[in-house]
T-cell receptor
Framework: DSGVTQTPKHLITATGQRVTLRCSPR?????VYWYQQSLDQGLQFLIQ???????AKGNILERFSAQQFPDLHSELNLSSLELGDSALYFC????????????FGEGSRLTVL | DQQVKQNSPSLSVQEGRISILNCDYT??????FLWYKKYPAEGPTFLIS?????DKNEDGRFTVFLNKSAKHLSLHIVPSQPGDSAVYFC????????????FGTGTRLQVFP
């Protein structure tokens, strides 16, 4: 158990819809990262928040947005969903360990039909 | 443009033998390298890391070797155990920045009795 909690674990929706994925980081970790893993791809960095502020942005589409709340949980919002958005979305946190070491949640599997 | 490449999608090894997983990178700015292990339905978990100032790092049965001139790193597992069966991702970053972490596509290791 990494201590990072993600909900929901599975989500099936239709094209054009909007979904929200939620992440609670490990206790005490201030940084939250979102990654996307499409079929047969590596994990693609989307965005990082640190203590409520956006810290870094990766290959995140404009249709996607995220935020980190005062209690440090984070939400990733995906809108105008397309078939290609089907993927595993991982949240990770870091803070107390080595700077490159991330602790991942179990992921949210999104299927867009 | 894949900056971190794991050219072997899968590897099958007999229990007790050595498993060698390989990873190549192209960006000479990378100076911190990590291996993550992922079981089905779980998030990746940190396994071992190495800084570019070293060429070897060992942790129990796991050893990571770094060849900077060849831009190549490898993970050795000795002896391999059935519980090591998982997908292994290598990752690299410059300046130990987690937001710059680039993951490979993974190698599925199967250890059979």
């Amino acid at each position: 158990d990494s201590g990072v909690t993600q909900t929901p674990k599975h989500l099936i929706t239709a094209t054009g819809q909007r979904v929200t994925l939620r992440c609670s980081p490990r206790s005490g970790d201030l940084s939250v990262y979102w990654y996307q893993q499409s079929l047969d791809q590596g994990l693609q960095f989307l965005i990082q928040y640190y203590n409520g502020e956006e810290r870094a942005k990766g290959n995140i589409l404009e249709r996607f947005s995220a935020q980190q709340f005062p209690d440090l949980h984070s939400e990733l919002n995906l809108s105008s969903l397309e078939l290609g958005d089907s993927a595993l979305y991982f949240c990770a946190s870091s803070g107390r360990s080595g700077p490159g070491e991330l602790f991942f949640g179990e992921g949210s599997r999104l299927t867009v039909l | 443009d894949q900056q971190v490449k794991q050219n072997s999608p899968s590897l099958s090894v007999q229990e007790g033998r050595i498993s060698i997983l390989n990873c190549d990178y192209t960006n000479s700015m990378f100076d911190y390298f990590l291996w993550y292990k992922k079981y089905p339905a779980e998030g990746p978990t940190f396994l071992i890391s190495i800084s570019s100032i070293k060429d070897k790092n060992e942790d129990g049965r796991f050893t990571v070797f770094l060849n900077k001139s060849a831009k190549h790193l490898s993970l050795h597992i000795v002896p391999s155990q059935p519980g090591d069966s998982a997908v292994y991702f290598c990752a690299a970053s410059p300046l130990r920045r987690p937001d710059k972490l680039i993951f490979g596509t993974g190698t599925r290791l199967q250890v059979f009795p």
